[in-house]
């Protein structure tokens, strides 16, 4: 079966440094995203991931180690309007098709 | 160049009522991709759609629930009546290809079923 882990909630301070793993076990895998969802809004993209390391996107980054079937989002500089859930997804190839299968997300909660 | 489209953003049903949701994909997608997502969760996959062709429905409740993706118009959801388990958002994706790393989420569908 398909499983992906990731903490349901965080706070972390305004300016701060804070870290979202996530675990998954899956066959098929080809590749992991990273969205950012605010309450009552549609996920927006914000990272993927198909090869192991550390790719880096402005106050963002995303690691991937997929021997160990982990994966983690680095937020930098954290501001108030980064409270918002963070849903860690993997892409699996099965049947000939690629599907996207999504973990419950982390909601992070950013205070002064 | 409009995103992907969802319609309504909000609708009320009665228990027993049908509820059509519509997605329209982005210009030049033909990939479309329904999720669920219950109040503090996380997305479910629901069901991948090619024009007029259902790729994957493994997510998709086997009684009252359907999709479809025609030649021509949008993509819909239909749940036929309709049950308070039912109350969730509605999230509709999009993709040039299926291959590709970029997947475009709409506004949603909020369902609430009284």
């Known amino acids: 079966g398909q499983n992906i882990d990731q903490p349901t909630e965080m706070t972390a301070t305004e300016g701060a440094i804070v870290q979202i793993n996530c675990t998954y076990q899956t066959s098929g895998f080809n590749g992991l995203f ?17 090869l192991d390391g550390l790719e880096e996107k402005g106050r963002f980054s ?22 918002a859930s963070y849903l860690c997804a993997v892409r699996t190839f099965s ?14 909660a950013v205070h002064p | 160049n409009a995103g992907v489209m969802q319609n309504p953003r909000h609708l009320v049903r009665r228990r027993g009522q049908e509820a059509r949701l519509r997605c329209s994909p982005m210009k030049g ?31 998709m409740p086997k009684e009252r629930f359907s999709a479809e993706f025609p030649k021509e118009g949008p993509s819909i959801l ?3 009546q309709v049950v308070r388990g039912d109350s969730a958002a509605y999230f509709c994706a999009s993709s040039l290809q ?17």
């Not at chain 1, 990273?34 to 198909?50: D, R």
């Not at chain 2, 299926?98 to 569908?109: A, H, V």
């Open chain 2, 29 to 59: 997608h033909s990939h479309v991709y329904w999720y669920r997502q219950l109040p503090e969760e996380g997305l479910k996959f629901m069901v991948y759609l090619q024009k007029e062709n259902i790729i994957d429905e493994s997510g």
């Open chain 1, 95 to 108: 049947g000939g098709y690629n599907k996207l299968i999504f973990g419950a997300g982390t909601r992070l």
């Open chain 2, 98 to 114: 299926n291959s590709g790393n970029t997947i475009y989420f709409g506004e949603g569908s909020w369902l609430t079923v009284v």
């Open chain 2, 78 to 80: 239909r749940i036929q």
């Open chain 1, 34 to 50: 990273w969205y950012q969802q605010h309450a009552g809004e549609a996920p927006t993209f914000l990272s993927y991931n198909v």
């Open chain 1, 62 to 83: 995303s690691f991937l180690s997929r021997s160990k079937g982990y994966s983690y989002l680095l937020l930098k500089e954290l501001q108030m309007k980064d409270s």
